[in-house]
């Protein structure tokens, strides 16, 4: 009998438990055993595990977090690590292991394969969606989502002490949840990767000031910052120190934080989740190897697991460029 291991790794993402759920019911579909590992690579290397059938993944398709757990793994990142991954792989007689995570949890199944010869299969599960070869990966849209709603509240108060909020959403180095979410929410300003440059944030400093006294100037508004994690030097903090200190402009911090990587998921990533959990154990039945699944242009995608974790995935010009043209408009109207 094909024998699959299953586990999550790195940060969690919503949908986690849909793609755990479908991949099990698959292998029961297809009349493989499926065994789940806990705490990511660590349980891999502590062989900390657990059979998986449909009953124990009956219920947590509405649920965030992931059933089987997450966790980094600094030991994956030394020679021993993934030799012991290894190991315990032989040890329970594994054909293939599927791994739900983001790059690094994917640089990690490269590392394994040096020293075994089962296959390995890759579910984009991130919600910075800085994966190339699927245009969403699963927790995105949760995020977003997420993100969107805090903010939508924030500009509630906002409003009604006409405030300048800066709010800083996750992304890793990817702009992506920045930039939809700022679009979403109407945010007067988006600070990211793709329109302002971390090494000299001056130029974008001084058109912020801009922009904000003109606003105070023409309306009695609120003036939201969507700002992507480790972009501005010294973060949010510095960014509000810097508009008082240069142009007298008070202004409140919001960290959104761990908050857009929890809850239950969005529609979009349970369906997402389980489309990619079934194509996951239709590539194993199809002897795939080395491969990331994705979805791109509504069509499911096998891409090598190296493309995926090398390859550039920019946000889609036409968001900053829309950004861009919206500021560009009301400066010029305002300045008249």
């Not at 986690?16 to 290397?45: D, K, P, T, W």
């Not at 959990?277 to 239709?282: F, K, N, P, Y």
Request: hydrophobic fraction near 40%; aromatic fraction near 6%; include cysteine.
């Amino acid at each position: 009998m094909t024998k699959i291991a299953l586990l999550t790794s790195g940060g969690d993402a919503p949908g986690m438990n849909a793609a755990v759920r479908a991949i099990v019911h698959s292998c029961q579909h297809h009349q493989y055993e499926c065994i789940g590992f806990f705490h990511g690579y660590n349980g891999l290397l502590n062989d900390e595990w657990q059979a998986l059938t449909h009953r124990d993944v009956s219920n947590i398709l509405q649920f965030g977090g992931t059933l089987l757990k997450s966790a980094r793994c600094p030991a994956m990142c030394t020679p021993d690590g993934p030799k012991q991954a290894a190991n315990t792989l032989r040890k329970h007689q594994i054909d293939a292991l599927i791994v739900i995570g983001g790059d690094g949890s994917f640089h990690g199944l490269e590392a394994i394969k040096t020293h075994w010869e089962g296959q390995v299969i890759g579910l984009p599960g991130t919600i910075d969606n800085d994966l190339a070869g699927s245009d969403n990966t699963i927790g995105f849209a949760t995020a977003v989502t997420t993100a969107t709603h805090a903010i939508d509240k924030i500009r509630d108060t906002a409003n009604a002490f006409e405030r300048v909020f800066i709010v800083e959403v996750m992304g890793r180095h990817s702009g992506h949840i920045a930039f939809n979410v700022g679009l979403a929410t109407g945010a007067e300003a988006i600070l990211s990767f793709e329109n302002c440059d971390p090494t000299h944030t001056a130029p974008q400093l001084a058109q912020l000031i801009d922009q904000i006294r003109i606003q105070q100037q023409h309306n009695h508004e609120s003036f939201v910052i969507v700002l992507a994690e480790n972009l501005w030097p010294g973060g949010p903090e510095a960014l509000k120190t810097q508009l008082a200190g240069q142009a007298g402009i008070d202004s409140a911090v919001c960290v959104l934080g761990h908050i857009q990587r929890g809850g239950s998921p969005a529609p979009e990533d349970r369906l997402l989740a389980t489309e990619l959990g079934l194509a996951a154990v239709h590539a194993v039945a199809n002897n795939r190897d080395r491969v990331m699944i994705g979805k791109q242009g509504n069509q499911i995608q096998e891409v090598p697991l190296s493309y995926a974790i090398s390859a550039a995935k920019p946000v889609d010009g036409r968001w900053v460029e829309a950004h861009s043209d919206i500021l560009t408009e009301y400066l010029t109207k305002h300045r008249k």
